[in-house]
Every structure is written in structure tokens, then in C-alpha cells.
């Protein structure tokens, strides 16, 4: 199956820097878009920035500080997070979406439409 795996997060101070990165394995054929979302306590998923076909979407909180990118494989991206804010602290999260609909047998079994990882934590102080 496919798995999904953060990296990055940690503590920072308002205006600071991050680069979180996520990196998608277990699948050959099937194309999947790696999306990030957040979650900060007490509040639901929100999306943050992805990809939707051959286009960037950003969340407008987060425009114009935070930029998106991928390797040419499509299973890595890259966050890279400017001017943070406290707001903007919360458990980050990488979604592997399948792209379009396909059948790929992994270990016995078909691979889901999603996939999401355990996360990684952004703290952002004043």
C-alpha cells in the first residue's frame, strides 16, 4: 500500500522559517498528487496547498508565503513556509490523492483513492 511520510516540522518563532517535506512509496503506476493540509487543536482539516491537474492551489491564508513544489516522479513535495505566523501552527499533513481513477494490485490489494501520513508538528511562537 502506499505509504506517506512527513518531514520538517518544529518550533519557530513569528516571522521564521520552515521547509516540510513529504515523500510518497509503494505504488508504480497509478499517479497520485501530494497535498498539504493542517489541523490545528480544536479545529477541522484544512487544506493548505496541492495540486489540482497541472495547476498550484494555495489556501488564501497561507498565499503569498508559502510555495509548493515537486520533483518531476511526483512523489516528493516540498513546503516551504515564510513569514509564519502563530497562526499557522498546527499538525501539518501530506495526502496522497489518486490523480485519476487506477487499478493497481499491491500486495493483494487494490490501492485506495487517499492516503494520508502521521504528520508533523508546527509550533510557531510570538
Known amino acids: 500500500q502506499v505509504h506517506v511520510q512527513e518531514t520538517g516540522g518544529g518550533s519557530v518563532q513569528a516571522g521564521g522559517s520552515l521547509r516540510l517535506s513529504c515523500v510518497a512509496s509503494?505504488?508504480?503506476?497509478?499517479?497520485?498528487?501530494l497535498n498539504w493540509y493542517r489541523q490545528a487543536p480544536g479545529k477541522e482539516r484544512e487544506f493548505v496547498s496541492g495540486?489540482?491537474?497541472?495547476?498550484?492551489k494555495y489556501a488564501d491564508s497561507v498565499k503569498g508565503r508559502f510555495t509548493i513544489s515537486r520533483d518531476s516522479a511526483k512523489k516528493t513535495v516540498n513546503l516551504e513556509m515564510k513569514s509564519l505566523k502563530p497562526e499557522d501552527s498546527a499538525m501539518y499533513y501530506c495526502?496522497?490523492?489518486?490523480?485519476?481513477?487506477?487499478?493497481?494490485?499491491?500486495?493483494?490489494?487494490?490501492?485506495?483513492?487517499?492516503?494520508w501520513g502521521q504528520g508533523t508538528l508546527v509550533t510557531v511562537s510570538t
Open positions: 495526502q496522497a490523492h489518486m490523480t485519476t481513477w487506477c487499478r493497481e494490485i499491491v500486495d493483494g490489494k487494490p490501492l485506495l483513492l487517499s492516503y
Open positions: 509503494g505504488y508504480n503506476f497509478c499517479e497520485y498528487d
Open positions: 495540486f489540482d491537474g497541472g495547476s498550484i
